[in-house]
């Protein structure tokens, strides 16, 4: 693979690869430990609801930092406080002190970290590829790591949770952040003078708003990843009750619901890694929105665990060509000097809705039984997409270009 010929590509996808299995491990404890603590879906929607709000009211100023600041020292802060979050969770669980106001408090903190954490890895993946033609495969490769550790992560937690306690995992995820920081220590990138910009910041993301707005083919983007992430991605917040009350099993087969999505996401991203073609993309990023609501109706009617995991491996196979075929095309098209505002767009409408989706499918839940929250939720995907087409009509981003 090309992108992987460059030592500071090795170091960043290498270190990103063992501490993102941690933190899906952290993730899904701590959707057990909620459950387990409080027995309410409500709950479970406000977690994560807390996890990812920051990055809603954050987005208008990350983006805009993140252009002006270093990216590569920003980095090293967001996961070293990550770090810190994962030990302070391992303490307060193996020390049997943990309640649902500790997992709430903690939540919101590393929501805000999450916040500069994911628009900054967006655009330092960027500077990382020091060939502009390899940006494409790097994102794939990327896709692929999160995929990897989406499969790895909540299987191993489902184990250890079942075999030891919570704590071990979160403690593990704390680990996994020293390889991170370690590769990110060791990379060397030639400072690039960082451009003073005499406007304010919020002018600033005002203009990027502006450009996103009056430029068709990234409205569409935005538009149709906010969707997704309202009524998509919530799904894994209602994982313990298909588990335990549904499928009558236990952590162990929560970590395999998940796992699975995780295979899917993982085959999906390899899959889109290899394409080359801009025109395929666009086509992908069309209809992958389709088949994740086909998958949440399939899921939620299920009363058999083979047909779950085939469910789950479906919407994960199908959110990652969502999710990673937005990004490419958002690169492929926007001005370079807009970058890091565009992102943290794409941050907002892939991390920062998704917060009341979660809300949403908690409160929803709650009142309608999750089978039929799910249900409705995948209707509204498919119909969402007609609709977003209908206003939009064909994007043709790529007609007029050789690819």
Request: hydrophobic letters at 50%; one cysteine or more; charged letters at 10%.
């Amino acid at each position: 693979m090309q992108v992987l010929r460059s030592r500071n590509s090795q170091l960043f996808f290498g270190g990103q690869g063992i501490s993102l299995i941690g933190t899906w491990m952290t993730h899904t404890t701590t959707l057990w430990l909620v459950y387990q603590l409080t027995g309410s879906p409500f709950f479970l929607g406000l977690v994560g609801f807390t996890d990812r709000i920051p990055s809603f009211f954050l987005a208008p100023i990350t983006g805009v930092l993140v252009e002006r600041w270093n990216r590569h020292r920003i980095l090293l802060i967001t996961q070293t406080l990550a770090m810190v979050h994962a030990f302070t969770l391992a303490v307060l669980t193996l020390s049997e002190t943990i309640n649902i106001s500790y997992i709430l408090v903690l939540s919101l903190f590393i929501g805000v970290v999450n916040a500069f954490d994911i628009t900054a890895r967006q655009v330092f993946i960027a500077e990382v590829v020091e060939r502009r033609e390899n940006l494409s495969q790097a994102i794939g490769l990327n896709a692929s790591i999160i995929s990897s550790a989406r499969l790895l992560g909540p299987a191993i937690a489902g184990i250890l949770i079942g075999i030891f306690n919570s704590g071990l995992c979160f403690a593990i995820d704390g680990i996994s952040y020293i390889a991170v920081i370690v590769a990110l220590l060791a990379i060397k990138i030639e400072r690039k003078p960082i451009t003073k910009i005499s406007t304010n910041a919020w002018k600033s993301f005002q203009e990027g708003l502006t450009y996103a707005f009056i430029n068709p083919p990234i409205r569409s983007i935005l538009l149709l990843l906010a969707l997704v992430s309202f009524l998509g991605t919530p799904y894994i917040s209602l994982a313990p009750i298909f588990a335990q009350e549904i499928m009558h099993g236990n952590s162990k087969t929560m970590g395999f619901l998940l796992a699975f999505s995780g295979v899917g996401s993982l085959i999906g991203s390899i899959y889109l890694s290899r394409q080359k073609s801009l025109i395929k993309l666009e086509k992908f990023w069309k209809y992958s929105t389709v088949f994740v609501g086909m998958g949440l109706i399939g899921f939620s009617q299920s009363q058999h665990l083979w047909l779950s995991f085939l469910m789950t491996f479906i919407i994960g196979f199908c959110l990652v060509i969502q999710v990673a075929t937005s990004n490419a095309l958002l690169h492929a098209i926007v001005d370079d000097d807009k970058r890091g505002r565009i992102m943290s767009l794409f941050t907002l409408a892939y991390i920062g809705i998704a917060p009341f989706g979660n809300l949403f499918i908690g409160e929803a839940a709650m009142k309608l039984g999750a089978p039929s929250t799910l249900t409705i939720n995948g209707l509204f995907c498919i119909l969402g997409v007609f609709i977003v087409r209908k206003q939009m009509g064909h994007l043709g981003l790529f007609k007029d270009r050789k690819r």
